[in-house]
């Protein structure tokens, strides 16, 4: 990658320096250098996503299925926690199938990198937009692993491997290897979503237990690129932090400097993240090509 993003406290490229830097990040990605890591944000590049496309439009959609007290409303991970604790894990989990059973809509940026055979790819939610692309490539080289509450499936692992129908499969020897760390609405639905489910990961994440091996593995040699993902959570920087961890850098985020918050700016800076400063629609474009 440019020696443009290589480390610094929050390091920030505007204008033509980003636009030149995006040519940059398309090689790494091309020369499988790069992991990318994709957000709810890559939903509405072509318009308004058919399922929510924010923890907060998640929030919305629950609460108006399951009445819920006001100190929690807009909280996805409280809201869900209160769902299950007064409903049962069941009806969370036929809640979160309803909200997301709209059928995944690639966006251009989606079928450009299912198009690269690349190591690994992160996708931080759950509708499944990326799985389908690959899909749609015809690329059989592919596993998707997903993150998955322990508890809710009874079972003592953190995560399973599927193939593109869905099948369970190996995640050693695949060509590009998803990981969808929060899991995915597909094909079982057992998503990570409620405080207790992330409760049950954090307490080791910092060890790293829940993020499978072939992930660290691959890690190893790459950075990241940040695309379409918000950090305004805290959740959502644990859980970024620890993915990226021990991995080769340099890593870049493509989001306007304007619309961040003061969270998301010392995360950035904190991880040595250079932000590309940008519109993602005008980004998008110009890493596609």
Not at 211 to 220: D, H, L, N
Not at 243 to 259: D, F, L, N, Q
Request: proline share 7%; charged share 20%; with cysteine.
């Amino acid at each position: 990658m440019s020696a443009l993003l290589a480390g610094g406290p929050l390091e920030t490229l505007s204008g033509e320096a980003a636009r030149s830097a995006l040519a940059g990040l398309r090689a790494d990605l091309v020369a499988d250098r790069l992991v990318p890591y994709l957000g709810p944000g890559l939903l509405t590049l072509d318009g308004p996503s058919p399922v929510p496309a924010s923890p907060e439009e998640v929030a919305a959609a629950l609460q108006k299925r399951v009445p819920v007290p006001g100190r929690i409303r807009g909280n996805m991970w409280a809201v869900a926690q209160y769902i299950e604790s007064h409903r049962h894990r069941r009806t969370l989990k036929k809640l979160m199938a309803d909200i997301f059973a709209a059928e995944p809509r690639p966006s251009a940026v989606h079928r450009f990198l299912a198009g690269l055979p690349l190591g690994l790819v992160v996708d931080s939610w759950y509708d499944g937009a990326f799985a389908a692309a690959l899909a749609a490539a015809g690329r059989s080289d592919a596993v998707d692993v997903q993150g998955m509450s322990r508890a809710a499936i009874g079972e003592d692992r953190w995560y399973r491997a599927f193939d593109l129908a869905g099948r369970p499969a190996a995640p050693d020897g695949a060509r590009t290897l998803l990981y969808t760390p929060h899991g995915g609405i597909r094909p079982d639905g057992d998503v990570l979503v409620s405080d207790s489910d992330y409760v049950e990961a954090l307490t080791e994440i910092d060890i790293q237990t829940p993020i499978p091996q072939e992930v660290r593995t691959r890690r190893a040699t790459r950075g990241f690129l940040f695309l379409g993902c918000r950090f305004h959570d805290q959740m959502l920087r644990t859980y970024a932090r620890q993915i990226v961890k021990r991995s080769a850098g340099p890593h870049a985020c493509v989001a306007e400097a304007a619309t961040l918050t003061p969270n998301e700016r010392r995360f950035l800076a904190a991880e040595n993240i250079a932000l590309i400063d940008l519109p993602l629609v005008e980004a998008m474009q110009r890493l596609v090509g």
